[in-house]
């Protein structure tokens, strides 16, 4: 067994700057990572980090942009705590060297990009994940912190309190993916889970194939609860054939959105007559998808995303990346001819239910980064915020771990914060598959010491691990493609009632076939049919959960587009969704928002770009 | 229970549920269930086959050290169904999805920014995810990154990689940093532009993988941690005096004079570093500096 204060899961950016903040308050802190950090999926990011840097910006107009991007879903203290201590964070950044794009007197550049009142999003070319995390990795290897890279964790121990909200977090399960070795990883202080995205619930995604939603689903099995999952964010510019995104960056540079007739539809049918193509990401994807619908689109499928007039230099200063996606994936050479487009699955913006420290209700769970519900993005995320939102949440995390004194959170979690029980009709019961042989659908461990319940965590992964391996049965891919499937189907941009009820059915009937799924390789060595086996259980349970709360909000809100309710319902819907497991089956309950921050209080208006 | 049942799920008819003996034990089932979807696999497949537009051969390295019958290395074959746009590793997924689950490979972001998945396909080190099937001599033959220990099919060790990548102190390490609150260091957009092409690394080891030098010398820190050093030394930010330890970590026995400029590294990396340029100028600073101290 191993033993630390804090233990970090996941090594990504959220996952990193947690690290280096707990270290930096004196804990002795580990990553635990089931890919080597360098490979983690922060480095896809293109666009930017925005921060109020500049003296005619202020923190207070971060939050608000914010704030409406969210179509007021956003918790206002943690809206107002992301603003203004993101400026901290991008200087922070800069003092390890990462590489920022400049101007001529040598200061970090800022660029417009969507939904933001001033150019306020800093960058690195159009690779600025892939900066950011390697210049936060080299502070780790700066600060000698220990990383178990190519550890899966499968588990996180918890005691098996009935309320959730007198549960502890004592530490993890993890497989070494070399070797097949199980064994724990004991947290002396708390466990921070930064496991990133879970886009491959979808088929159509910008993500890598590693975001199979791990965090969110331990978590959620543990009993903490799955927050606002039903806002999925689409990005408007992704390659048709391959889901590679193309950076809103394009458009914040000046990048022109076009039809198959060659109009500028972001403008002549009235999507965003201020802003246009630097409109909400939500609003651009819809009004994408609204002119294939109605035959407007380039092969019934993607419009045109054409940058040729920004000219080469500057293309090359700023986006080069940019032209060697659309080359390398599309075949599409971004100086000569516009680029294809259409909206794809990008960032989810529900997840683990936590307070501005990162806390969920499990005491010494931590969450941050994709992985994580504060809720800063609320239904909608803008272009940009996510990266200072894994910075500023990452290292609050850290630093509450490692001890550090910090105010009483405003956001209340768990089931004390339930303000409503919720009420939906299911097609399908949700929820584990009743089967009392099922080895993977029992979490919590009944027994007395923090070593004893980690011990039973490590025996029931011992047990799933060698029951998967030994016995006979069907590959998870078929069951991991269904989803994916019925995802893209059903639950997208456009969502109907019968769609989410079909997409409901069809997650059961994954379930169902779950239960069938063995590994069929033996090895104990590199063994990733029994890591892809186990990812595939996590990407049900994320799934269910997106589509049985896009069926429950019966509004239209940011992201989520219901046909039957084509209007922002505040009387009744100004609230978060959450789903707790119970003894294996989701409960819907809710809670209100919070629009009074530390020092500003929000009125929701109408949204309009 | 927040969440009611509906009385009636809607339609059946999408689904052909199977009657199964009721005295059928989970065994049974997965091993029946088993049974019937490799024999729809099968259909499955053939179909792709025909409607494709033509099949590929893939020829595959094959090696697991503790499995019976597969701890001897082998290649196996797979025919892939293949279509307009697909990459070596949309191939190595198929075939791993489709024939053989153990079939084992590194990979993740497929958009060559993760740098899971430097493969040796036809001869030559290339990141499978940005290889173009339709670019390639058929059959493709796969191979893991030569001169690395093969951990399984196509996955290597990577361990040594990293410690070459951590002995050149890969970290910026200013001699003094701005402490005025919110204040940057500036850095010239030309200094910046001198760094760009060396800060694009992935990490994915093609370069070491095709360097000669370091296929004889285990040592020698290869042209991807040198590159590392070259991005921080000739970062303005930094400061003459670690600007001078970092040509000194360069400079040592299996450092920089190593480099026999086959220019290799350069020809593979699939970020387009400059890797044997950053080389030789880390080399000419070398010189400079040690003739200021002379």
Known sequence: MYEHDVIVVGAGGAGLRAAIAAHEHGADVALVTKLHPVRSHTGAAEGGINAALHPEDSWELHAYDTMKGSDYLGDAPAVDTFAKEAPNEVIQLEHWGMPFSREEDGKVSQRPFGGLSHPRTTYAGAETGHHLLHTMYEQVVKRGIEVYEEWFVTRVAVTDHDDPEGRECHGVVGYEIKTGEIDGFYARNGVILATGGLGQAFDHTTNAIANTGDGQAMAYRAGAPMEDMEFVQFHPTT???????????????????????????????????????????????????????????????????????????RILDRLENILHLA???????????????????????????????????????????????????????????????????????????????????????????????????????????????????????????????????????????????????????????????????????FRQEGNLKQALRDIRESRELYQDVAVSDPSRTYNTDLIHTIETRNVIDCAEAIALGALAREEFRGAHWRQQYQERRDDEWLKHTLLAWEDGTPRLYYKPVVLEGHEQTYEPKERSY | ????????????????????????????????????????????????????????????????????????????????????????????????????????????????????????????????????????????????????????????????????????EPYFDPDETPDGELEEQRQSPENREKIKLSTRCIWCGACMSSCNIAAGDNQYLGPAAINKAYRFAMDEREGTDRKQERLRIVEQEHGVWRCQTQFSCTEVCPKDIPLTEHIQELKREAIKSNLKFW
């Open chain 2, 1 to 168: 229970m927040s969440t009611q049942i509906e009385e009636q799920p809607e339609t059946e008819e999408e689904t052909e549920p199977e009657t199964e003996p009721e005295t059928q034990s989970p065994g049974e089932r997965r091993r029946e269930k088993k049974r019937q979807r490799a024999e729809a696999r099968e259909q499955e497949v053939e179909d792709a086959l025909d409607e494709a537009e033509e099949a590929v051969e893939l020829k595959v390295f094959r090696y697991a050290p503790e499995v019976a019958d597969k701890e001897e290395p082998r290649f196996d074959s797979f025919t892939v169904p293949y279509h307009k746009g697909m990459t070596v590793l949309d191939a190595l997924i198929y075939a791993r999805d489709v024939y053989d689950s153990s079939l084992t490979f590194r990979h993740s972001c497929r958009q060559a920014v993760c740098g899971s998945d430097a493969l040796f396909v036809n001869g030559r080190q290339r990141l499978g995810c940005k290889t173009q099937m339709g670019d390639l001599e058929w059959p493709v033959r796969i191979e893991p990154l030569p001169h690395q220990d093969v951990v399984k099919d196509l996955v290597v060790d990577m361990e040594h990689f990293y410690e070459q990548m951590h002995a050149v």
């Open chain 1, 239 to 313: 390659l048709p054939s391959t889901g590679v995104l193309i950076s809103e960056g394009v458009r914040g540079e000046g990048g022109i959105l076009y039809n198959e007739a060659e109009e500028r539809f972001m403008f002549e049918y009235g999507y965003a007559n201020n802003e246009g193509e630097l409109a909400s990401r939500d609003v651009v994807s819809r009004a994408e998808l609204t002119q294939v619908n109605e035959g407007r689109g380039i092969e019934d499928e993607y419009v045109h995303l054409d940058m040729r007039h920004l000219g080469e230099e």
């Open chain 1, 327 to 493: 080359e390398d994936f599309e075949g599409v050479d971004g100086l000569e001819e516009p680029m294809p487009v259409k909206p794809g699955q990008h960032y989810q913006m529900g997840g683990i239910e936590v307070n501005e420290h990162g806390e969920s209700c499990i005491d010494g769970l931590y969450a941050a980064g994709e992985c994580a519900c504060v809720s800063l993005h609320g239904a909608n995320r803008l272009g940009g915020n996510a990266l200072p939102e894994l910075l500023v949440f990452g290292a609050r995390a850290g630093r509450h771990a490692a001890g550090a004194d910090m105010d009483d959170p405003l956001i209340p979690t768990g089931p004390d914060a339930e303000s409503e029980p919720g009420d939906v009709e299911l097609p399908v019961e949700p929820g584990i598959v009743a089967d009392a042989s099922d080895p993977v659908a029992a979490d919590g461990g009944a027994v007395a010491t923090p070593e004893a319940v980690l011990e039973d965590a490590i025996e029931t992964e011992r047990e799933r691990v060698e029951t998967l391996l030994e016995r006979d049965g069907i590959n998870h891919a078929d069951v991991r493609a269904k989803v994916q499937e019925t995802m893209t189907e059903n639950v997208n941009v």
